[in-house]
């Protein structure tokens, strides 16, 4: 597998200005015309005329109005090259495409009969011969022919400029985007699809034309796109300054999709799971999903669109910021400070569960990659995630405005350009007048750097004295790190929970200095003072997440119970909690190792109690102190992760907390009931978040009564959102295999399944549940593979099967014969052929083999072996087979 570097960049040999295509429609065979108008750029190296294509078949290609003959261009798998063309040169080229053979979702390609594209990262070179690489940018005229009966809608980029019958039953549409774009965005779909539309007017008083196509019959489930998408606009407005450009936008939904959704100019196209929402199929997490979606590919229509990435190393410069720009909207939209801390809470959780054992694994990579074989391979949690947070480092150092003159100066600069990394930390220092150099780092050093903090207290001259150093694990190919530039927030609690004025020079007092403050550690090591403390603090480290780093500090539980319960900042407040319980499951996993009685102490349960019941925090915050690390955050913190006696602690500690706390669940439950109609906004998902919590551990305790509450609240639910907590606390508890309930929990199963058997999205829970539950093993993961409605060709449905019993349910994913390796296996390669990109994924899921006890690891080698040496292996598999075995 050939691997191209960062290093070896060469700006391209030919300009495009403009792009003229015409699309002959037809699953079988699409023909397509298309006419470039190409300059050549004499500041590039490279002299000669390079195209990409692939999986496609050329029929004619005609240089400046003469055809070319096979002998005077050099054709290969990847590649067509014309050497010694002119300066100026006009290409027409006709190539043909069969749509429906295309299972890779990458190109042109056909679902439940309609036609879709996606081209990020390079799916363009397979529906035409292109300089696709995202630096070339160009205007796009569209035309689009087809039947009319079985393709009524035709839909590109930019503006609809004409359209007509064509007589013999076809049609067209004429589209045109007026502005330059790479390859990449490039959109076409074509189909039987129906719109929610609506006039919207910008604050500038022009009017946009707003729509959400899907297809039939699912008409009822698009308000919240609708209504997410008019929320973003208005935001990237009011926050940003930034206007919609074009007079009309679109999203299209499709259910066969690789990932999430895709920010094509104008003609956004979704994964169904993130546009289709009624409160009958989708979940509150659904609906937060929708609304980060949404947000997110729109606000792409600037960091992305406009202004793009050079190369694809530069993919984080556009993926980072707008995972920040969206994180931030659904922040802004709850509208107080705890929806904030929550929405920053599940995001730091998301990256520590994912991003943290990504960078410690075979996959490790800089922000900025220097190398891959296959691209799509880097669309990861560190280049989006990771990226985020690095992105959130300019904000936390620059403040609120200087981020935002850094982003002003960033598009002065460079709108219409197709960028690096580099410029947008330019953009942020110019702006701001800050030397920036050092921060360059987070873009090129792997691995998660570790911060330790050592506090010492002089009570005789009222001195708190911190200490911080850092250090970062060697990765691939990096072995020495050099210091990052941290930018680290804190504060120092008094006794009282109140907080000490932070003062960091000595003489005279200052009460009015701030209480909470941002070190910047440049250094390995380094000291800071603070003065006028009167007795001994308990600091609090680290605050709201200021850099995506692990904390190392020695707290005492008296001081962490003290953060719990005091702490203004709600991350450290949540964080406190979070390392009482890691300390414990720890301690617990070792003593299930060594077969030793399990206990909880009291202190412990104590200060989850103060949480669970003070009616003064916000639910969906009480929830998240209620949720114990997950298990495998626990086997990240092992030497050898053991997910058996993982799970055991944890599901020990559950059932004690039920047991201690289950007159505060039961009254936590009662009081957070939200009858009425259904809302998904923040403060009542908390409510619910908070009583299905409660619900789950109060099922642990196994207890008839108990399980008759979820029995009962899963009839009677009006939601998704309730039903399928009902749903999992019945099958993911502790008491779900004792034989009273199983014909219970068979007959639910059995109900949902046929109350929603024709709600795609909703049956992919059906399946997730199952795979996720305690209980279920590789056997009867295999027969649900053989139900009716399992297709492993969907990639929704493969996830909702595979990923999630290969990621979620670690105890029983290794199986201690090597079974659910073995399943695993059978699937990357039964993906491979169908799927690359979707294959390429579930192969991770072996990549932390090497943290696993020496039997298992064998095991583990041996399928990633049988992955590897499969005959017709894609690039995309191989490389990350091939990084796990290195
Ligand atoms: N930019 C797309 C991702 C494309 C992935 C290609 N394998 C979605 C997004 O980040 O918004
Ligand atoms: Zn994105």
């Known amino acids: 597998v050939k691997t191209i570097y960062r290093k070896d960049y060469v700006a391209p040999g030919y300009w495009v200005d403009t792009v003229e295509m015409g699309f002959d429609l037809h699953p079988q065979r699409t023909h397509v015309a298309t006419r470039l108008h190409m300059r050549r750029n004499h500041d590039s190296a490279e002299k000669d005329l390079i195209l990409f294509g692939e999986d496609i078949q050329l029929h004619q290609l005609r240089l400046n109005g003469v055809d070319l003959k096979r002998s005077a261009y050099q054709r290969n798998k990847e590649r067509l090259i014309i050497s010694n063309a002119p300066d100026t040169v006009v290409l027409e080229i006709e190539t043909s495409i069969a749509a429906d053979k295309n299972t890779t979702m990458s190109g042109l390609y056909v679902s439940n009969g309609n036609f879709f594209t996606q081209c990020e990262a390079e799916g363009f070179r397979k529906i035409t011969y292109f300089p696709d690489r995202p630096d070339v940018m160009a205007t796009y005229t569209v035309m689009l022919r087809a039947d009319k009966k079985q393709f009524p809608v035709l839909l590109s980029n930019g503006n609809l400029i004409e359209q007509g019958d064509l007589g013999d039953g076809r049609h067209y549409a004429k589209w045109e985007d007026p502005f330059k774009k790479p390859s990449y965005l490039f ?42 998408l008019k929320n973003s606009i208005r935001w990237d407005e009011e926050r940003f300054g930034l206007e919609l450009d074009l007079d009309r936008f679109m999203i299209v939904a499709t259910s066969d999709f690789n990932m999430g959704a895709m920010e094509n100019k104008g003609l956004n196209i979704f994964n169904t799971k993130y546009v289709l929402a009624n409160s009958r199929t989708a979940t509150d997490a659904d609906y937060a999903g929708i609304e980060s979606v949404v947000g997110h590919e729109y606000f792409h229509n600037w960091t992305g669109n406009r202004v793009t990435c050079r190369d694809w190393f530069q993919l984080s410069l556009k993926e980072g910021l707008t995972v920040f720009r969206d994180q931030e909207f659904s922040g802004d939209l709850v509208g107080n400070a ?80 197709a960028v690096t990394c580099d410029d947008f930390r330019a953009a942020m220092a110019d702006a701001n007048g800050r030397d920036l150099s050092q921060f360059e780092r987070w873009y090129s050093q792997a691995g998660t750097p570790r911060v330790k903090a050592d506090g010492e207290y002089d009570a005789k001259r009222h001195v708190y004295r911190l200490k911080l150093s850092q250090a970062c694990p060697a990765t691939a190919g990096q072995d020495h790190k050099l210091p990052f530039h941290i930018p680290f927030a804190m504060g120092l609690l008094q006794q009282d929970g109140s907080e000490f004025a932070l003062q960091l020079e000595s003489g005279k007092a200052h009460p009015q200095a701030p209480r909470s403050i941002i070190l910047e550690l440049t250094q390995e090591t380094q000291e800071f003072e603070f003065h006028h403390i009167e007795h001994e603090p308990t600091p609090s480290l680290l605050r709201n997440f200021s850099a995506p780093v692990i904390l190392d500090f020695d707290y005492s539980d008296a001081q962490l119970a003290h953060l719990l319960a005091h702490d203004s900042d709600a991350f450290c407040r949540w964080e406190a909690g979070q390392r009482l319980a890691m300390r414990r499951l720890l301690k617990l996993v070792k003593s299930v190792q060594n077969g030793e009685a399990l206990a909880l102490d009291d202190m412990f349960v104590e200060a989850l109690r103060k949480t669970l019941v003070d009616a003064n925090l916000d639910p969906a915050f009480r929830e998240l102190v209620m949720t114990l690390p997950s298990e495998v955050m626990l086997a990240e913190e092992m030497e050898i992760a053991d997910p058996h006696s993982i799970h055991q602690a944890r599901r020990f500690v559950r059932a004690s907390l039920a047991q201690a706390l289950k007159a505060e669940f039961l009254s936590v439950y009662q009081d957070h009931l939200t009858p009425g109609k259904y809302k998904p906004d923040a403060v009542s998902a908390g409510k619910r978040a908070l009583k299905n919590c409660a619900l789950s551990y109060l099922l642990e305790w196994s207890h008839e009564s108990t399980y008759e509450l979820a029995y009962t609240q899963y009839f009677e639910a009006e939601n998704m959102t309730d039903k399928v907590a009902a749903l999992s606390a019945m099958l993911h ?86 079974s659910a390796y073995e399943l695993w296996g059978d699937a990357v390669i039964a993906l491979n052929k169908l799927n690359p990109q979707v294959a390429a994924r579930l192969a991770r899921s072996l990549d932390r083999w090497t943290k696993y006890p020496v039997a298992q690891q064998e095991m583990m080698r041996a399928a990633l072996q049988r992955v590897a040496t499969t005959k017709g292996l894609s690039k995309d598999v191989a490389e990350i087979v091939n990084k796990a075995l290195a």
């Open 338 to 417: 705890t929806g904030r801390a929550v929405k920053r809470i599940e995001d730091v959780r998301i990256l520590r569960q994912h991003q943290f054992p990504e960078d410690a694994g075979p996959m490790s990579h800089p922000v900025r990659p220097d190398s891959y074989a296959e691209i799509n391979n880097f669309y990861t949690v560190t280049v989006y995630e990771k990226g985020s947070e690095v992105v959130r480092m300019y904000y936390t150092l620059l403040g609120h405005e200087g981020f935002r003159k850094g982003m002003d100066l960033y598009f002065q600069r460079h709108d219409g350009q």
């Open 733 to 818: 508890c502790s008491s779900a295999l004792q034989p009273q309930y199983q014909a219970r929990r068979a007959e639910v199963l059995q109900d949902f399944f046929d109350e929603f058997q024709h709600e795609a999205l909703v049956i992919d829970k059906w399946f997730s549940l199952q795979a996720c539950a305690p209980s279920t093993d590789v056997k009867q993961i295999r027969q649900l593979m053989k139900h009716k409605a399992f297709s492993l060709a969907n990639p929704n449905r493969a996830r909702s099967l595979i990923f999630a019993f290969c990621n979620a349910n670690p105890a029983q994913f290794h199986a201690a014969d090597g």
């Open 187 to 228: 959109a076409l779909v074509a189909g039987k699809l129906v719109c929610q539309e609506e006039k919207y007017r910008l604050k500038s008083g022009r009017k946009v034309l707003l729509q959400v196509w899907v297809e039939e019959g699912n008409l009822d489930k698009t308000q919240h796109a609708m209504d997410s």
